[in-house]
C-alpha cells in the first residue's frame, strides 16, 4: 500500500521513542498519535457544499427578483392562482434569467415613458412607483355600461386628459399600502449574492477554479442585479386594484375618439390608445424579443381581459441611447460569461466541446438578431422587395405580407438552437459536478487577506 502523507502535521509519541512517558489519572499516553498546539479546521469543501451554495442563491434570486403584474380580481382562488404564477416565472427565473431581465428592463421603459407623460400633463408628483402600478394593470375601469377591465398608463392618461376620470388624491398612499415588498427577504438574498462573488473571487485570485455550475450561477446573479435595478420602484405582490368609476358610458368615449376607435378590440375596449408605430417605440418594443418568444400576439381566452399578462410590454415614444448599450451588451455579457469556462476542464472532450458550440451559438443568435432588428426596422422596403416582392412600410406590415413559412420556420429555427443551448448549459452544470479537478475541493483560505504577525 503507498505510503499517504497526511493532511496536517502530527507528532507522535511511542513507547520506544518516549519510555519516561508521564502518567495521568492512571493512564499512559503511549501509543497515541497526538497534535499539539492550535489546529484550524480543514480547508476543503465537499460536492454537497458545492450544491447548497448554489441552490441557496439561486432559489433565492429567482424567487425575490420577481415584481408581476396584478391578479384577475374575478379569480375565486386568486392566491393559489397568483402564487401559481409566481411559481412559473420562479422557474423561468431559474432556467431564462435573462428572459426575466429583458421583461423587467422594458417595463422599465415604459414606466419612465409614462412618468414622463404624466409630468408634461401636470402632474409633477407623479412618480416610477406610480407609473409602475399604472402599467401593471393597478387601475381598472368602470363604465356604466361596460363590465369593468383594467388599463395601463397610455389609457390612463388619455382617460384624464379628456375628464373621462380623475385620480384620487390619496393615489400614492394607496399604492404604498398595496405594496408587500419583503425588505428583509431582499436584503437575504443580497448578502448571499455578495457572498458567493466574494467565494467566486476568492478562488480566482487564489487560482482554485470554479465549476460550471457556480460560473452559471455567476451569470445568474447578474441577471438578478439587473433586474433588481429594473424593478427598484416596481410594487411588489400587489393582489388588488384601484378602481376609477366614470359616469361616461364606454360608447360614448368611444364615439367621441373617432375613426380611430371603430375597429374591433382584441383585449379591451381602448386598445386604439397607443403611439403611433415609429422607428423609436418598435425599436424599443423589438430589442429584447420577449412579446415574440411568449407569444403574446394571440388572442385572449376572454374579452375584456381581466387583468394585464406580466409579458406585456408598451411600446416607448423615445428612446435613449444608452438604453440601447444596455439592450445590446446585457445579453453579450451575459453569455460571455458563460465563455469563460472555454478553459475549464470538463469531465469529458465531447461535453468541453459542446459547451463551446453552446455558447458560440448563444452569441450568433443575438448578433443576429440585432442585425435583423435593424434591418427590419430601418430598411422595410428593401427587406419586403425582397422577401414579398412589394416594399413595406415598418416591421409589422412586412410580417401580414410576408410568406408563414418564411416567419415560422425563422422563429422556430432560432428559438430551438437557443432553448437546446440554454438547456445544455443548464445540465451540463449539473452534470459536470461529477467529475472536478482536485483544486476545486479547496476552499479559499481567508487568512491570506488578514493582516497577522
Known amino acids: 500500500?503507498?505510503?499517504?502523507?497526511?493532511?496536517?502535521p502530527v507528532t507522535k509519541t511511542h513507547p520506544m521513542a518516549a519510555p519516561n512517558e508521564p502518567i495521568h489519572g492512571g493512564s499512559s499516553t503511549s501509543g497515541l498519535d497526538l497534535v499539539h498546539g492550535w489546529v484550524g479546521s480543514p480547508n476543503i469543501r465537499g460536492t454537497a457544499d458545492i450544491?447548497?451554495?448554489?441552490?441557496?442563491?439561486?432559489?433565492?434570486c429567482s424567487w425575490s427578483v420577481l415584481c408581476l403584474n396584478v391578479p384577475d380580481p374575478t379569480d375565486t382562488v386568486r392566491r393559489c392562482g397568483f402564487l401559481r404564477v409566481k411559481l412559473w416565472w420562479t422557474m423561468v427565473a431559474l432556467v431564462f434569467p435573462e428572459v426575466v431581465t429583458g421583461v423587467a428592463g422594458e417595463q422599465w421603459r415604459a414606466a419612465t415613458q409614462c412618468k414622463e407623460d404624466f409630468v408634461a400633463m401636470g402632474f409633477a408628483?407623479?412618480?416610477?412607483?406610480?407609473?409602475?402600478f399604472a402599467n401593471m394593470g393597478g387601475f381598472m375601469l368602470k363604465a356604466p355600461d361596460f363590465p369593468e377591465f383594467p388599463i395601463n398608463g397610455q389609457q390612463l392618461a388619455y382617460l384624464?386628459?379628456?375628464?373621462?376620470?380623475?385620480?384620487?388624491?390619496?393615489?400614492?398612499?394607496?399604492?404604498?399600502?398595496?405594496?408587500?415588498?419583503?425588505g428583509f427577504a431582499r436584503m437575504v438574498t443580497v448578502v448571499q449574492m455578495v457572498w458567493f462573488m466574494l467565494q467566486c473571487l476568492g478562488r480566482a485570485f487564489q487560482s482554485l477554479g470554479l465549476s460550471t455550475l457556480e460560473l452559471t450561477v455567476v451569470a445568474n446573479i447578474f441577471g438578478t442585479i439587473c433586474s433588481f435595478a429594473f424593478w427598484a420602484h416596481k410594487?411588489?405582490?400587489?393582489?388588488?386594484?384601484?378602481?376609477?368609476?366614470?359616469?361616461?358610458?364606454m360608447a360614448t368615449i368611444l364615439v367621441e375618439a373617432g375613426d380611430v376607435a371603430c375597429k374591433p378590440y382584441s383585449r379591451t375596449p381602448l386598445d386604439f390608445v397607443?403611439?403611433?408605430?415609429?422607428?423609436?417605440?418598435?425599436?424599443?418594443?423589438?430589442?429584447?424579443?420577449?412579446?415574440?418568444?411568449?407569444?403574446?400576439?394571440?388572442?385572449?381566452?376572454?374579452?375584456?381581459?381581466?387583468?394585464?399578462g406580466n409579458t406585456e410590454t408598451l411600446p416607448a415614444g423615445s428612446y435613449h441611447k444608452w438604453d440601447v448599450c444596455f439592450f445590446v451588451l446585457f445579453?453579450?455579457?451575459?453569455?460571455?460569461?458563460?465563455?469563460?469556462?472555454?478553459?475549464?476542464?470538463?469531465?469529458?472532450?465531447v461535453e468541453a466541446l459542446l459547451w463551446k458550440i453552446a455558447t458560440v451559438s448563444l452569441l450568433s443568435i443575438n448578433v443576429l438578431h440585432y442585425g435583423l432588428v435593424y434591418t427590419y426596422i430601418y430598411h422595410p422596403k428593401e427587406i419586403g422587395m425582397a422577401v414579398a416582392g412589394r416594399p413595406t412600410r415598418d416591421i409589422w406590415e412586412f410580417y401580414e405580407v410576408a410568406p408563414r413559412w418564411l416567419i415560422y420556420s425563422s422563429h422556430w429555427f432560432g428559438m430551438l438552437i437557443y432553448m437546446f443551448a440554454r438547456l445544455y448549459?443548464?445540465?451540463?452544470?449539473?452534470?459536470?459536478?461529477?467529475?472536478?479537478?482536485?483544486?476545486?475541493y479547496r476552499s479559499v483560505d481567508w487568512s491570506n487577506y488578514i493582516p497577522h504577525y
Open 1 to 8: 500500500m503507498a505510503n499517504c502523507t497526511p493532511m496536517f
Open 51 to 60: 450544491v447548497k451554495s448554489c441552490v441557496v442563491t439561486l432559489g433565492l
Open 125 to 132: 408628483d407623479w412618480s416610477m412607483r406610480m407609473a409602475f
Open 160 to 182: 384624464i386628459q379628456r375628464k373621462y376620470v380623475a385620480l384620487p388624491d390619496s393615489i400614492d398612499s394607496a399604492i404604498r399600502d398595496k405594496n408587500k415588498a419583503d
Open 235 to 249: 410594487p411588489l405582490d400587489v393582489e388588488s386594484h384601484v378602481v376609477l368609476t366614470t359616469t361616461t358610458p
Open 274 to 308: 397607443k403611439p403611433a408605430r415609429t422607428r423609436p417605440n418598435l425599436t424599443t418594443t423589438c430589442w429584447l424579443g420577449v412579446q415574440t418568444m411568449f407569444n403574446a400576439e394571440r388572442d385572449p381566452p376572454g374579452r375584456p381581459i381581466r387583468s394585464i
Open 331 to 349: 445579453p453579450l455579457l451575459f453569455f460571455g460569461l458563460h465563455g469563460v469556462a472555454w478553459w475549464f476542464t470538463f469531465p469529458t472532450p
Open 425 to 440: 448549459i443548464l445540465v451540463e452544470g449539473w452534470s459536470g459536478l461529477r467529475s472536478l479537478q482536485s483544486r476545486l
